[in-house]
């Protein structure tokens, strides 16, 4: 028997890494639910945290366009990257990967001294190009740790040594400089808005900042986090004395290898939570309001997962309305318990059976859909047992109103209660027959959409008082619902 009352899902996951983009992870979820709830609604809602997928999770959610253009790679050579813009035509979106990516660089060569934002830098005047009012920079993924000196560069500032020699690229040469020239800047983007998606709290400099916590990931050894670190102080200090900014002991300076830094002082940039800006653009919160239920998830859920990402920023949206959500993850960590209090009701690792990583990742998409499909089931069972029930009964209308105002006025606390007619009941009821030669029928639906085993009890209970309240007075009816089973029996 298909459950009637799930009706329409959100699925709005993030990617998983390395397995599948947050679109493809939505196509496996539907596949999922199709063979359970075959006439349910699915809508994606593609999500991001403000790192990778952010730009396609936004041009999809607003019927944008992607570009491709040309722009300088971290070492110096010619690529082509991505940038959109959304569907108001006013505003672009631009992931910083796309020009300085760890995935643009083979590991074996990979060096922070080296690697320069300059890429980012010409993304943006493209963008500027297209004469846009707002910019998103999701700032995710990258292999600097510049200070974004390299996309004030392609900016248009100019950045001098002792020689009076422009800089070369890379935090190794930040050290250098001596003069900074903001002549040539290019000031249209200081009359546009722009967020920046970013999650990470990190200042620019120490045992915190930029270059300790995040180079090693992106090649740096301990001698090479020290220079770094150094140098980006050197920076810091420099810029206090010359233009009385301060670049260092900011929230979010040190994300993306001090490219917040740059971000924040030199072009008034405002940091936010990246999942906040993925849902407002998104306009997930209209779409959860008309859910039966929210599947979202990512490749690894964690206690760490409360911190700004996807699934947490989902749920919490969903609790505000009562909205169940399940969180599916390729791998499942520690401590996960504590999400339980941030609107996920069940976390579902989509593994099921032993594989190796490459393995794993390969098959990530047949084992979503898997995992949804089985969770499904499981609320198929669950659901047909719905606190939704139908009274018809030989009352006029008038009398059962007042009937159940002046005894059963507090159902009105878990229940929107309808009454009509006998005309009205039959022109919609397929089993119209057998109700003919009654007057009046009676809908009570559940308000809520999520419940415990608890108080399912109770709603029982509740349900069975009203139907011996009828009996006791003699009263014609009948009940009319899937529920009808498990209630008193007459």
Do not use: W
Request: glycine share 8%; net charge neutral.
């Amino acid at each position: 028997m298909i459950n009637e009352n799930i009706k329409q899902i959100i699925l709005a996951p993030d990617s998983f890494k390395e397995s599948m983009t947050s679109k493809e992870a939505c196509i496996a979820m539907e596949k999922g639910v199709k063979k359970v709830f075959n006439n349910a609604k699915c809508i994606y809602v593609p999500m991001a945290d403000g790192g990778e997928g952010t730009m396609y999770s936004l041009v999809s959610s607003t019927d944008g366009k992607i570009y491709n253009t040309e722009v300088t790679s971290p070492l110096g050579e010619k690529i082509i990257a991505k940038y959109g813009i959304l569907g108001d035509d006013k505003t672009a979106v631009i992931e910083v990967a796309e020009a300085c990516g760890i995935h643009l660089v083979e590991k074996f060569k990979r060096n922070p001294l080296l690697t320069t934002t300059y890429g980012v830098g010409e993304l943006i005047k493209k963008v500027l190009d297209k004469n846009i009012k707002k910019i998103i920079i999701g700032l995710g993924g990258s292999v600097t740790n510049d200070a974004g000196i390299g996309m004030l560069q392609a900016l248009g500032m100019s950045f001098k040594d002792s020689n009076n020699c422009e800089i070369g690229f890379g935090g190794g040469e930040i050290n250098k400089i001596k003069f900074i020239d903001l002549k040539n800047f290019d000031k249209r983007i200081l009359n546009i808005e722009i967020e920046v998606a970013c999650d990470v709290k990190n200042y620019l400099t120490g045992k915190n900042g930029a270059s300790y916590v995040f180079a090693p990931q992106k090649g740096a050894n301990k001698h090479m986090v020290e220079i770094l670190d150094n140098n980006l102080k050197y920076y810091s200090n420099f810029v206090r004395e010359k233009f009385n900014i301060e670049i260092d002991n900011i929230e979010g300076a040190g994300a993306a290898g001090g490219l917040g830094s740059a971000l924040m002082s030199f072009c008034n940039a405002k940091l936010k939570n990246g999942i906040d800006i993925v849902i407002k653009y998104s306009d997930l919160e209209n779409k959860i309001k008309m859910a039966d239920i929210v599947f979202t998830g990512e490749g690894s859920i964690d206690f760490q997962t409360k911190f700004g990402k996807t699934p947490v920023g989902v749920s919490m949206l969903a609790k505000k309305y009562n909205v169940p959500v399940i969180a599916f993850a390729g791998k499942v960590g520690k401590n996960v318990d504590e999400l339980y209090d941030l609107g996920i009701n069940s976390i579902i690792s989509i593994m099921n059976e032993t594989l190796d990583l490459d393995e794993a990742l390969k098959m990530g998409k047949d084992n979503l859909e898997i995992a949804v499909e089985n969770v499904c089931r499981v609320l198929n069972i669950r659901n047909r047992y719905s606190l939704d029930f139908r009274l018809a009964i030989n009352i006029d209308k008038t009398d059962i109103n007042n009937i159940i105002n002046n005894n059963f006025n507090y159902l009105n606390n878990s229940y929107f209660i309808d009454i009509c007619d006998n005309e009205d009941f039959i022109d919609n009821y397929k089993g119209k027959d057998k109700f003919l030669y009654y007057k009046t029928y009676v809908y009570f639906t559940y308000k809520y959409k999520n419940y415990t085993d608890e108080f399912f009890s109770e709603q029982i209970i509740v349900i069975n008082n009203i139907i011996k309240f009828l009996l006791n007075r003699n009263y014609q009816f009948e009940v009319i619902s899937e529920f009808e089973h498990m209630l008193f029996n007459k």
